[in-house]
């Protein structure tokens, strides 16, 4: 009897010891008045902060285009007020600590990996250079070459014009085009320093629409951080964009590209967001059509009809209210056509009887990296920040990461039967030498040209 009293005891503690020692997530208000995510992960020894902050940039025709992609790349490296340029880097490295800013249609983020012990001196050196950024010139025109350079280089390459002609079709002359497949060698010529300084001085507010501090802190002390990241920065934010949903045209285009070595297609249709988040079901969907050389799509294309190098698929997002579905890869230009059919007809079967063979074992496997993540602050941070971006409960991401039991194959059926379009409605796009290498397709010069073409 003792003995079991003993054994009762010692798992209880444990199990006490492993609830108070498991991390959580909860909303806060800092003593500035930041609304922020905590995201506590005890034991961990590095602090990870994300912020996001709305910008307009995909809608407003003023703003170079070009500016919101050097301003974010170039903005920690060029100095700021108390740094020369180059010494945030230093600091970084001295701190083993990182980082960045990056920017979409949606929003602006910024994300701070630090030691804790560090945390205060990374943070004052962030807030310096959104604050009071400098743009050093001679770093400056080594960005802005940089970006015009690779746009030169790049701009037309196969994915580049087949996915320009489906943002044309989906988007038309909108200036969320411009955005998306970022084509503009002028505006990457003409962006001044004076464009980068005015858009980061009306983009990072002391009031972003998402911030999340994920480490082993407390209330007070992660408060006490994001007032330190956000101090003496302006309060009015930039609204957040209404963004249009793309739709992409039904039909078949081929772009002739004559110094093209071989074709490319891209097939793409629209898909709903769902309101489950993580999209566990468009993940294993995705598998199921292609993954790491195989699945359905792959066995079609690449295997039986030797007609491709690699397909792969994706559920992707032209932002974070409009889906859509992308098979595309690098195919034979004398078997384009028998490729693209191929892949038409496979997907057809697949909408029309979704497969959940292997939901088992992706549902395991989706499980096991789910549970890492939640102890791991740099993937819960992100996890919490897209739950809050695309708005959902924060209560329940933990839930909704641990779990994937949910994902039955009644669920996947439903999703694919919901949520995925036809073979019939989706868009083709190939890239080719040949002209001819796409039966039935209106064949056009340039991306541009998809609107003359006569597609429902």
Not at 232 to 249: C, D, E, I, T, Y
Request: hydrophobic content about 45%; charged content about 25%.
């Amino acid at each position: 009897m003792t003995k079991a009293l003993l054994a009762s005891a010692v798992l209880a503690l444990q199990m006490t010891e492993s609830f108070a020692a498991s991390p959580s997530i909860d909303e806060h208000l800092s003593a500035g008045g930041a609304r922020f995510v905590l995201a506590s992960v005890p034991e961990a020894e590095d602090l990870v902060i994300q912020v996001a902050w709305p910008v307009d940039w995909a809608v407003d025709r003023t703003i170079n285009q070009v500016a919101p992609i050097l301003a974010t790349t170039s903005q920690f490296a060029s100095g700021a007020e108390g740094y020369d340029p180059g010494d945030f880097f230093a600091l970084l490295e001295g701190a083993g600590a990182e980082a960045r800013l990056t920017v979409d249609q949606d929003f602006a983020y910024g994300t701070v990996l630090s030691p804790l012990g560090d945390a205060e001196d990374v943070l004052a050196a962030v807030n310096a250079h959104l604050r009071r950024p400098r743009f050093d010139e001679a770093w400056f025109r080594r960005y802005r070459d940089s970006f015009r350079d690779f746009l030169a280089e790049k701009q037309n390459g196969r994915p580049w014009l087949a996915f320009d002609a489906i943002y044309w079709a989906a988007f038309g002359d909108h200036p969320f085009r411009r955005t998306a497949v970022f084509r503009d060698l002028d505006a990457a010529r003409n962006v001044a320093r004076s464009d980068l300084a005015s858009w980061a001085a009306a983009t990072y507010t002391s009031a972003p629409h998402a911030l999340i501090v994920a480490g082993d802190v407390d209330a007070v002390k992660a408060g006490r951080l994001v007032d330190l990241l956000l101090r003496g920065l302006p309060g009015k934010p930039v609204p957040r964009a209404s963004l249009p949903v793309g739709v992409p045209k039904v039909g078949k285009v081929l772009i002739h590209a004559p110094h093209a070595e071989d074709s490319y297609a891209a097939i793409i249709g629209a898909v709903t967001v769902p309101s489950e988040w993580p999209r566990h079901h468009d993940g294993f969907i995705q598998w199921t059509l292609s993954h790491s050389g195989g699945g359905i799509l792959n066995d079609a294309a690449r295997g039986s009809l030797r007609a491709a190098y690699f397909i792969d698929a994706e559920v992707g997002e032209f932002h974070y209210d409009s889906h859509f579905l992308l098979i595309h890869g690098s195919v034979d230009t004398a078997k384009a056509g028998a490729a693209v059919e191929k892949l038409l007809q496979v997907y057809d079967g697949y909408v029309k009887s979704p497969l959940t063979e292997g939901l088992e074992r992706f549902r395991s496997r989706t499980q096991e990296s789910s549970s890492r993540n939640l102890s791991d602050p740099i993937d819960l941070a992100h996890a919490a920040l897209k739950a809050v971006l695309r708005g959902h409960d924060v209560a329940v991401i933990q839930e909704r990461l641990a779990s994937a039991e949910w994902l039955t194959p009644e669920e996947v059926r439903k999703r694919v039967r919901e949520g995925y379009p036809d073979a019939g409605d989706l868009l083709v796009v190939v890239v080719s030498p040949d002209p001819d290498a796409l039966p039935g397709a209106c064949v056009i010069e340039a991306p541009k040209e998809v609107l003359e073409c006569d597609l429902k």
